[in-house]
């Protein structure tokens, strides 16, 4: 091989090593700062303009009005039984750290503080807290609030969620 491929590839090499280190001191940042305390929306005081979500189908959803209380559903994970359920009536968190209303605790993918659910004049909504891995709403990542109806499938980390409201 000419010396001038070998070169290239050392620095090719050197770059990737580099970027591979930025990466991992990211990560490290991201996770050891400290917990944020979630933005508290109730239903009665509109949510601010900035955090509506985008005018659709699933937006205009009204609550079903089955009598039952809205439950989160565990239907995979690591660190919760699957079947367990949570009541998510007014405004919870969900995340690794032990001040969230659902502790996934083992989870290695999910943030501190990862989402929030919340009750809105018309639905619920999730809303993903800058985690690292993203929150996921049937399979798409979410970016922003993005209203949860019954059926709907929730992805925080590794855990999966099914919506029941």
């Known amino acids: 091989m000419p010396v001038s491929l070998l070169n290239l590839f050392k620095y090719l090499l050197i770059v990737l090593v580099w970027l591979f280190f930025l990466r991992v001191l990211r990560a490290i940042w991201v996770e050891s700062r400290p917990e944020r305390s979630p933005i508290m929306v109730s239903a009665s005081t509109p949510a601010p303009a900035a ?71 018309n639905g619920y909504y999730v809303e993903d807290l800058d985690s690292t891995n993203g929150t996921f709403v049937n399979g798409k990542k979410i970016s922003g609030p993005q209203v949860i109806v019954s059926g709907d499938r929730l992805q925080i980390g590794q855990t999966v969620f099914e919506v029941n409201v």
Request: proline residues 4%; glycine residues 10%.
């Open 51 to 121: 955090s509506q979500p985008k005018s659709s189908e699933r937006a205009r959803a009204k609550v079903k009005s089955s009598g039952s209380a809205p439950l989160l559903r565990v239907a995979s994970g690591t660190s919760l039984e699957s079947g367990a359920e949570f009541n998510i009536a007014g405004v919870i968190t969900v995340g690794r750290g032990q001040g969230c209303n659902i502790a996934i605790p083992k989870d290695t993918f999910a943030s501190s503080v990862h989402a929030r659910v919340y009750e809105h004049s």
